[in-house]
């Protein structure tokens, strides 16, 4: 399958981006699975929403949408990703997701996912090598300002966890060579709502 690739270093934005994706050939039944993946707190989820934005009627599925405990594997989610929404969408019919609650510990209310051009799978182990993705974007930043990012968001209290999920997150990427099969290798750095910059 012929790969979209950008010159590194270049800034560029998610139109940009949005208009190659859409030339890829499907991958998963008739969807472009996009998959984004890297450590906690490199910006994936706001990445994804600029592109998700621009790709106007792209779902989106993180993995935050399914129980992983902190102590889990990274990859407790992708299992039942697979069941419950890429199955269907490989056979050509709409998926149920339930998206969990990590507030209130519960499961929402079902929602369809058709099968649409393209999806975007957010999280860490979204681009492993079992995925069915037509491409993968790599996003990546400084393990300091990732920690600060993460505790900003979750809580000082989970400072340990953190800790340990990262060794488990960083285990699994070594393992899978997660990065090494990107298409697209992001600065977690500097991207905006309007444009980021490859690496």
């Known amino acids: 399958m012929p790969s979209v690739a950008f010159t590194p270093g270049t800034a560029l934005t998610y139109p940009a981006l949005a208009a190659r994706l859409l030339t890829l050939p499907p991958s998963c039944g008739p969807v472009r699975l996009v998959a984004v993946d890297g450590p906690s707190g490199a910006g994936k989820s706001t990445f994804t929403d600029h592109l998700a934005a621009t790709l106007v009627g792209a779902p989106v599925v993180r993995s935050d949408d399914f129980r992983v405990p902190w102590d889990a594997d990274p990859l407790t989610w992708w299992e039942p990703l697979l069941s419950t929404v890429l199955a269907p969408l490989r056979d050509g019919r709409p998926a149920t997701l339930r998206r969990y609650d990590w507030h209130r510990d519960r499961y929402g209310p079902p929602e369809e996912i058709p099968p649409v051009p393209v999806l975007v799978v957010e999280g860490v182990g979204a681009a492993w090598a079992g995925s069915p993705a037509a491409y993968r ?14 505790l900003d968001r979750d809580g000082l209290e989970y400072a340990a966890a953190w800790d340990a999920w990262t060794a488990r997150e960083t285990a699994h990427f070594t393992a899978d060579a997660t990065r090494s099969r990107a298409d697209l290798l992001v600065d977690g750095t500097s991207f905006t709502e309007h444009r980021f910059t490859t690496r």
Do not use: N, Q, S, T
């Open 137 to 150: 974007v790599w996003i990546d930043a400084p393990l300091d300002l990732r920690r600060a990012r993460a």
